[in-house]
């Protein structure tokens, strides 16, 4: 049974091949754009007869300060469904996590906007990705 | 005993343990009405037992790895094959964990199922052939 450590690690470490992008596989208090995080949304058990279980992650990826234009153009290159600093595709290059889960898929990036982080408003958006083990 | 949620039934197909690939079992008996009525029923229809039947129903999580359960199917399509199935989570045959044991004609297999990015699965329905044996030791 896959630990959640190691799913976050693993999951960290694909999207560690974006270049120029810091990677947490936690929240973090004061974070350096641009930078992702892994947060658990939730788990859902009794996927099958025996320990078959489905995570539920958020990825947020804040880009930088959300009047800066090169943050709204660095956003479309890591929401692009292609491309070298796709989130999609930097998670998805190793699905099983070598052999951590059994599959994984970034299903949607349902939120983009402006958050707030120490007196500062960020460009930032969320990616969902589900991981079955 | 008391009533259980079903997170744990054990399903073997051959001998072989794939409950960790099952999402749902399930496992029907039937007898088939046989009509008797007649002018002393009252105008009541009437019926008695016949012969019986069953059939094994079961949602997969496909999983073409070696020996795992896609892959065990694949061979088995036009065989009778051997299901067991523990109820109430257990994990051997108890009075409260009574073991169900049918040969089933493995008449059905769906390798390719799923949409995009549903986790891909398949179900099957088999019929049973003879009877339906249980056991609770």
Known sequence: ?133 | MAKFVATGTQVTLNGTDISGSVARAELVINAAEVDVTDFGSSGWTEVIGGLKSGSVSLDFHHDYGASAVSATFQDLVGTIGTVTMIAANGTAASATTPQYTAEVLINSFTPISGAVGDLATFSVTFPTTGEVSYATA
């Open chain 1, 1 to 133: 049974m896959a630990a959640l450590a190691d799913i976050r690690a693993g999951i960290a470490t694909n999207l560690a091949t974006i270049s120029g992008l810091r990677v947490s596989d936690e929240i973090l208090d004061n974070p350096q754009p641009p930078v992702a995080m892994i947060a658990l949304n939730n788990i859902e058990y009794h996927q099958d007869m025996r320990l078959g279980t489905k995570y539920n992650f958020t990825i947020q990826v804040i880009v930088g300060r959300a009047a800066e234009r090169h943050a709204q153009r660095a956003l479309d290159l890591y929401v692009n469904p292609v491309g070298n600093s796709s989130v999609k595709v930097a998670v998805e290059s190793n699905r099983t996590l070598d052999g951590v889960v059994d599959d994984l898929v970034v299903e949607s990036m349902p939120d983009v906007g402006s958050i707030q982080l120490n007196d500062t408003t960020y460009l930032a958006a969320d990616f969902l990705v589900a991981v079955y083990v």
